[in-house]
C-alpha cells in the first residue's frame, strides 16, 4: 500500500506564498542538515544524556514540521517526552523508526528538489 | 532611513533559512543571521541590532538566557525582543517574559503570524528611534540654551568688572594677568578645569568693593595712615555685599575672592584675621596672584619692580602670608607666568620702564 507522503507540499506551499524557489531552498537546506540531526540524537542517547537527547529530538522536530510531516512530529514530541523521562533504551528503539521516516522525507524532498551542488 | 537590523539567532539551518526569506520579504529591513548563540550575542552587545528574534532550544545559551544578556545593555533596554517556541513550557515562556521578552513567535513559523509580528515590532521600533531622535535634538537645544545664559552671565561679569575698573588706579591688564595666574595656580593643584575656569571669570571682580571706597582715600598717591587704611580695608566687606548671595556660582565664587584676598595664613590679614585652610582655596589662590602682579607693576605709590625681587618676597613670606602649596604651584608654572606676562604686558609701564 502506498504510504500518506510526509511532505505536506500543498500546505507548505501556501504558507510559503506559493515561492518554490524557497521551497527548494529550505528542503535542500533540510536534507544537507538532517545528517546533523539525526547524529546528534544518536549521540546523546549513546552517551546516556537524557537533556541533550530531548533537546536534539526538540530540534529535529522543529526543522521537520517545516514541510508539515505531521505524523513525525508527533513521534519526534513522544521521544522528546521518553528522553526527557530517561528511558533511554526506549528512546533508542524509536529513533530507528524515526531514522526511515525522516529518510522517507529526504527522499520526498530530493524528488522535489535538485540535490545542492558540490 | 537606513535599513533597520533584524537579528535571527536559531541553531537550526531550516528555521534559520525561512525566517531570513521571510524578514527579506518585507520593507525596510535587513536579517542579521546566526546559528549560534554566542556569536549572535558578540554582535547584538556591538552593534545596532533593531528587532532580535531569538529560538529559545539552543546548546550553550538557551533563548531565555540570551535575552538576559541583551538586556544587561543599556542600550537594548527598549530593543523589541521575540523568542520562537513550539510547545514548549508554560513556565519557559514566563521565563522569557521576565527577563525582557516582548513576544513570542510559533514554531513552525507561520508566515502570516511572523510577518505580522515582526512588522509590528519593528514599527514600534521606528516609534522609539524617532523618540530618540527628537529627544537627542531638544537635548542639542537646550545645551545650546543653555551655552547662551552662560556667555551672557560671563558678559554681565566682565562688565562688572570693567565698572570696577573706571573706580580703581590699577590697569585692566593687571586684572587680566592676576586671573591668569589664578587659573594657573589652580590647575597646578590639581583642582577640577570647572573650577579653574570658574576662578578665572571670577578673579577679576576681586577688588569690585573699592566702588564704595572714598575717593580721597582711594586715589592718594602716597601711603595711607592708620585711619585711612582702616577704610580701605572694608573694600573685601563691600565686594562680598556686592556680590554675595547670587544665583550664579562664579559671582558667589567671586564674592568669596572679594572677602577673602586680602587674608594671610598665618591670621594677620583682613577683614576676619583667618588662618590656614579656614581661608578658602580661593582667597589663597588669588592672594599669591594679586600680590605677585602688584609688586611687578607700576603703582602711583611705588616702582615696578624686578621679578627676582618679587619671586623673593613670595618665597620668604610663603608659610606666614601666603599658602605654601600656592606658592610652589605658581612657581612650577614660572614658564607660564613669564608668558602671560609677556601675553599681556602693561604698554604704559613699558613706555615708563623705557
Known sequence: ?118 | MSLLNVVIIDDAPTNLQLMRALVERLSGCRPVLFDAPEAGLAWCLDNHPDLIIVDYMMPVIDGVEFIRQVRKEPRHGDLPILMVTSDEHRSVRYAALDVGANDFLNKPVDRIEFQARVRNMLSLRRGQLALSDRAATLAEAVRLAVAEVHERERETIVRLAKAAEWRDPETGAHILRMAQYSRLIAARLGLPAEFQESLLQAAPMHDIGKLGTPDHILLKPGRLDMGEFEIMKRHTLIGYEILRESGSAVVRLAASIALHHHEKVDGTGYPHALRGEAIPIEGRIIAVADVFDALTSVRPYKRAWGLDEASAFLREHAGSHFDRACIDAFFAEWDAVLAIRHMYGDPEEELLQA
Open chain 1, 1 to 118: 500500500m502506498e504510504k500518506t507522503p510526509l511532505f505536506e507540499r500543498e500546505e507548505v506551499l501556501a504558507n510559503l506564498d506559493g515561492d518554490l524557489e524557497l521551497l527548494h531552498l529550505l528542503a535542500s537546506t533540510f536534507v544537507a542538515d538532517a545528517p546533523r540531526l539525526i547524529g546528534e540524537m544518536e549521540r546523546a542517547i549513546r552517551t546516556g544524556d537524557t537533556e541533550a537527547a530531548a533537546r536534539a529530538c526538540h530540534n529535529t522536530k522543529g526543522s521537520v514540521a517545516n514541510f508539515g510531516a505531521s505524523t513525525l512530529v508527533v513521534e519526534l514530541k513522544a521521544m522528546e517526552g521518553v528522553c526527557r523521562a530517561g528511558a533511554l533504551d526506549e528512546a533508542e528503539a524509536i529513533l530507528r523508526q524515526i531514522d526511515l521516516a525522516i529518510q522517507r522525507l529526504i527522499a520526498e524532498l530530493r524528488e522535489l528538489a535538485p540535490p545542492p551542488p558540490g
